[in-house]
C-alpha cells in the first residue's frame, strides 16, 4: 500500500503555476493593499478546529510573499502538533519554545526556507505550557526583534476553538487570516471562533475559503480571500 504524504511540500513551490499558487498570490497582494491602509507586518493564520488548511495557508503565503524579493519570517507557534518543519524538511530539535526558556538565541534557530528570503522558526521542544509561553513578555520581545529584522512576520497559530494559545497570540500580531474549509467546517463553530477573535479585539484581515470547487467542471481545489475591515460573518 502506497503512504500518503500527510504534510507535503506547499504547492506554491512543488507547483508554482497551478491555479491555486495564483490563489496565494492574490491573497498576498491583497495584505500588501492591507498594509498600505495600515501598519500590518505580523500576520497570525488560524481556524475553528484542526484540519481546515491554516499550516497549508500560512506556508504556501511565505513561500509567495519571499518570491516577490520580501524577507520573510515564518514562525510555527502550533507548540501542541507543530507542522511547519515537516512541511519544509527541516530540523525541530530547537525553536520558539527554546527561545523562549532562554536555552538557544533566535539566530541559533532561524533556519533559511527553500528559497532566498524566506527564514524558518519552528516550534522547537513541545513544552508543558504554551499558552503561557505565548502569552509571556519574552514571546512579546521576541516578536518586536523580529520587526527589525523582517518585512513580514507569518506565524501559524493554533485553531481558536482548541486551545487557549491562538486567543493569548493575538496580543502580539497585527492582524488575522482565518481558514475555512469549505466541506468540513461547522458553520456554528466558526461564527463562535470569529467572534472569540472579535471579543478579545483581534482585527480580522480577511477569511480564507478553502477546498472550494470553483465549479462542476473543476476537480481542483482553489482558495479564495475575503478582506474585510467591519465584522465577519461566517
Known amino acids: ?10 504547492i506554491t513551490l512543488s507547483n508554482p503555476r497551478s491555479p491555486v ?24 493564520t488560524t481556524s475553528s478546529l484542526p484540519g481546515e488548511g491554516k499550516t497549508s495557508t500560512v ?21 501542541r502538533k507543530p507542522q511547519i518543519h515537516q512541511r519544509f524538511h527541516t530540523s525541530n530539535l530547537t525553536g520558539l519554545s527554546s527561545i523562549l526558556i532562554k536555552e538557544s538565541s533566535l539566530e541559533e534557530c532561524t533556519m533559511e ?3 532566498d528570503g524566506l527564514f524558518i522558526l519552528p516550534s522547537g521542544p513541545i513544552p508543558p505550557n504554551p499558552s503561557e509561553l505565548l502569552s509571556s513578555k519574552p514571546f512579546t520581545r521576541l516578536i518586536e526583534a523580529c520587526r527589525e529584522q523582517y518585512d513580514l512576520i507569518l506565524v501559524d497559530s493554533p485553531p481558536v476553538l482548541s486551545v487557549a494559545d491562538g486567543l493569548a497570540l493575538t496580543r502580539s500580531v497585527d492582524g488575522v487570516v482565518f481558514v475555512v474549509d469549505a466541506q468540513n467546517t461547522n ?29 462542476a467542471k473543476d476537480s481542483y481545489y482553489y482558495y479564495n480571500y475575503y478582506s474585510s475591515n467591519h465584522k465577519v460573518n461566517v
Open 113 to 115: 526556507g527553500a528559497i
Open 187 to 215: 458553520r456554528v463553530m466558526a461564527k463562535k471562533a470569529v467572534d472569540s477573535l472579535q471579543q478579545i479585539g483581534a482585527r480580522i484581515l480577511g477569511v480564507v475559503l478553502n477546498k472550494a470547487k470553483r465549479n
Open 21 to 44: 499558487t495564483e490563489a496565494y498570490r492574490t491573497i498576498r497582494t491583497n495584505l500588501q493593499f492591507a498594509s498600505v491602509v495600515d501598519d500590518v507586518q505580523v500576520v497570525m
Open 1 to 10: 500500500m502506497a503512504l500518503t504524504n500527510r504534510n507535503p511540500l506547499p
Open 59 to 79: 506556508s504556501n503565503l511565505a513561500v509567495v510573499t519571499a518570491q516577490s524579493g520580501k524577507r520573510v519570517l515564518l514562525i510555527d507557534a502550533d507548540m
